[in-house]
């Protein structure tokens, strides 16, 4: 598969490099996307521009994902000139940090700059480099203003065509669900040994989460962390390794993680594993 334009957002465990995995799973019939978890919407966002999927819904619970997404889809012009003339600072950093606001186009400012700024696209992180700015890297390492604007038109493109909608406000993933019972559903949800420290909202309902993916009509596709725990929610659906290299804040390790498939069987062509090195953010 081509080099596929990539989200605008750095995002803890964005899914662009599992997308030649998902792309082989699909079936010719399934066009409609929906993704509750949205983050960073690399793989909607990849699969619409590959031609994969004719239009995806997406959808997030945390305010400023959620902001950022409706705004980018609804008003992006107020979003690309207010990138396009930002500085990324310690000051500002330290701003959109404090930011408490309920703004729909500030939310979506405070989730961008914080995306480019801080450690692994987490928002509750230090900037990047540090506070002294002294241990050989800089604020504006990933700020990469060029090649942000061009992601925020892509997507902005997609949306204008009619191919890309976001939720209005944040939205729970059951809401998101319940309204989309037979589109295909990504769902990437955060994980049991990292969710808490890489987001801004706990995530506990796996347990929920697994019997409204076995009973919807659709067919649902879920990455997680390989866990004996989650494997058990899911014995009858079809378990896909995939290994990826995560980073977090202060180490790396050799993770592996796990693709679900709640069709029983799983697609024809899919392959027993499948390797990809990655790191924790887009």
Not at 31 to 44: I, K, N
Not at 195 to 203: S, V
Not at 259 to 267: A, V
Request: charged share 20%.
């Amino acid at each position: 598969m081509p080099a596929l334009p990539r989200s605008p957002l750095r995002y803890p465990g964005g899914k662009a490099t599992i997308t030649p995995l998902i792309s082989r799973l699909l079936d010719p019939s399934e066009v409609e996307l929906v993704e509750p978890f949205a983050g960073s919407a690399s793989l909607s966002i990849a699969l619409l521009t590959a031609g994969l999927v004719d239009h995806a819904h997406i959808a997030d619970a945390d305010p400023g994902i959620a902001a950022f997404w409706n705004v980018l889809t609804t008003d992006c012009q107020s979003l690309i000139v207010w990138f396009a003339s930002v500085t990324p600072t310690l000051e500002a950093f330290q701003h959109w940090q404090s930011v408490d606001t309920n703004d729909s186009r500030t939310l979506a400012r405070r989730t961008l700059f914080l995306s480019r700024t801080a450690w692994g696209g987490i928002p509750t992180a230090g900037p990047i480099g540090g506070w002294t700015q002294s241990d050989g890297r800089r604020i504006t390492d990933r700020w990469n203003r060029t090649e942000t604007l061009v992601r925020l038109a892509n997507v902005a493109e997609l949306a204008a065509a009619g191919r890309l909608t976001a939720a209005e406000h944040s939205a729970d993933w059951r809401e998101t669900l319940a309204a989309h019972p037979n589109e295909l559903a990504f769902i990437d949800p955060p994980y049991r040994r990292d969710g808490d420290r890489l987001y801004r909202h706990r995530f506990t309902a796996h347990q929920q989460l697994a019997q409204t993916l076995h009973d919807r009509p659709g067919r649902s596709l879920i990455t997680y962390g390989d866990d004996a725990f989650i494997r058990s929610l899911y014995r009858t659906a079809t378990v896909i390794p995939v290994d990826r290299r995560y980073s977090s804040l202060t180490s790396s390790e050799d993770r592996t993680e796990i693709l679900i498939d709640t069709r029983p069987g799983g697609n024809r062509q899919q392959s027993s594993r499948y390797n990809q090195s990655s790191t924790h953010h887009e």
